[in-house]
């Protein structure tokens, strides 16, 4: 028997449930890291105990083999696959795993129970297969952490929420997160299609100067070298963010739909063993991605919560190896959709084609400009600084600092101090800086003077080296404007 986590088990005893009281087409969501795929090999199990067969669907080729191995590792060995020229094609197996394209031209298999991964994703097709009267009596288990689609209601019949995000991070399971964001980038006249921003008019804004915070020197100074995926717009988008970071020494690679899997996993190999520090990406690298990863970067601004939380949610998995997750939104998508955990449950949605999605007003965070704490909403004055803002009748578009505006400030320690000092007091003596300068530097990392620290310079981090590196990228751009 499959060993589950205490939400997994109470997932399948809930699923048990509906479909008893009569259910056909529970949904069931559970939130990204909390293991959809282990549960999902739990209800196969016993379905096949019983005698059952079983099809699990994704909603993409690319997905199958990582499906069937995650179900091998599970025990789950007499499997299928419905797809052209597999190796491991026989539709005599009991589960059979198959992507909705492939079912699309050669039909669905004769099974007992269907399991449809990320079901937020709707497939006309699909759907008209399981509203036939073959289908009446068969169990179909939808399975999404972000089940939000319009019409998802007139298709799934029963929302199963056994956790939520928020409670996985509390138990450990999944790591908190700090985010970080500058001022609100330009979208002015960008125009909406389909119910988000219109994709060559923001992938003009986003690559031609949208952004205060340049994308580069912010990961510099705040990216703390970890490996790192930036979702872009578009290829030119994703193109031009990579090259910066290859002219700013920083290894950078790309990936689209088109990177075939062998190609992915090496990147991934290479992003994992530190020889490549950032992954651009397009489309892709959304769902289903278990890489071993400490930060992202938004720079793809959207109006999806679906999108918003599914990228979110690459971050803040417990295989990372680092303390928490840290995102650089340089899209607003945090301050204007809500951060994951506060974003609310929603009921399954019944609207029909032509009419409105009705859309549920989370509470949207708030940034401290004085102190950088996350401020309820509607609330002025700060409650651990006492600032109150302003308000201000014009603004002006200058390259800023960003602001936390998420999870716990983290407080230095002294030896993280020391290192510091020790680490600037070497490139000062290094390049010849004049005496000070590191103290200077310190001051403006932390905010207050070293004392009390040693001045024996030590070899410096990359993380420190970077930070500098940023400081003089950010004096170069800002002499060439004043120049200008």
């Known amino acids: 028997m499959i060993p589950l986590w205490d939400h997994q088990a109470e997932s399948v005893r809930l699923l048990r449930y509906s479909i008893s009281a009569g259910h056909k087409r529970p949904m069931l969501k559970q939130p990204t890291g909390a293991g959809k795929t282990r549960t999902a090999a739990a209800i196969i199990e016993s379905a096949v105990s019983r005698g059952n067969r079983v099809v699990f669907i994704v909603d993409a080729i690319s997905l199958i083999d990582q499906t069937v191995q995650s179900f091998w590792e599970l025990g789950i060995r007499d499997v299928g696959v419905i797809q052209a020229s597999h190796s491991m094609t026989d539709w005599s197996k009991p589960v059979q795993v198959a992507s909705v394209q492939t079912l699309q031209r050669r039909g669905m298999p004769d099974v ?78 960008v125009s909406v299609t389909g119910g988000d921003y219109n994709g060559k008019q923001l992938g003009d804004r986003m690559a031609n100067a949208g952004l205060i915070a340049d994308i580069v020197s912010t990961w510099l100074r705040l990216g703390e070298d970890r490996p790192t995926l930036c979702y872009c717009v578009d290829r030119a ?36 063993r530190g020889e490549t520090k950032v992954v651009c990406n397009i489309a892709t690298l959304t769902k289903g991605v278990d890489w071993k990863i400490g930060c992202i970067i938004i720079a793809r601004p959207t109006k999806s919560k679906m999108l918003h939380v599914q990228i979110a949610g690459r971050v803040i998995r417990a295989n990372s190896g680092y303390p928490d997750g840290l995102v650089l939104d340089h899209s607003d998508n945090m301050l204007r959709l809500g951060l994951p955990t506060d974003i609310g449950s929603m ?26 704490f996350l401020k309820a909403p509607k609330v002025r004055e700060c409650p651990i600084c006492k600032f109150v803002p302003e308000t201000r009748s014009e603004l002006e578009e200058e390259d800023g600092e960003l602001v936390q505006i998420g999870g716990k400030k983290r407080v230095a320690t002294m030896a993280e101090k020391q290192l510091w000092l020790s680490g600037l007091r070497f490139i000062q003596i290094q390049r010849k ?52």
């Open 347 to 372: 009921p399954l949605c019944t609207a029909k084609k032509g009419e409105r999605k009705a859309e549920r007003a989370d509470p949207l965070p708030k940034e401290c400009p004085s102190c950088g």
């Open 237 to 272: 988008h994703a193109k031009k963010v990579q090259q910066r970071f290859l002219d700013a020494g920083v290894p950078a690679e790309y990936i689209d739909m088109n990177t075939d899997g062998p190609e992915r996993a090496r990147i991934q190999g290479r992003l994992e």
């Open 112 to 189: 007992d129970m269907a399991i449809v991964d990320e079901a937020h994703v709707r497939n006309q097709w699909l759907e008209e297969q399981f509203a036939g009267e073959k289908w009446a009596n068969r169990p179909v288990v939808g399975l999404s952490a972000t089940p939000w689609a319009k019409g998802l209601g007139l298709v799934y019949d029963d929302l199963i929420e056994p956790i939520t995000m928020r409670q996985l991070i509390d138990k450990g399971m999944l790591l908190d997160f700090r985010v970080f964001a500058p001022s609100h980038p330009d979208l002015a006249g």
């Open 433 to 484: 800086y004049k005496e000070g300068w590191a103290a200077n530097q310190y001051r403006e990392r932390f905010g207050v003077w070293p004392q009390g620290l040693s001045k024996i310079p030590t070899e410096p981090t990359p993380e420190i080296e970077n930070y500098v590196r940023s400081k003089l990228i950010r004096f170069a751009k800002g002499k060439s404007k004043r120049a200008a």
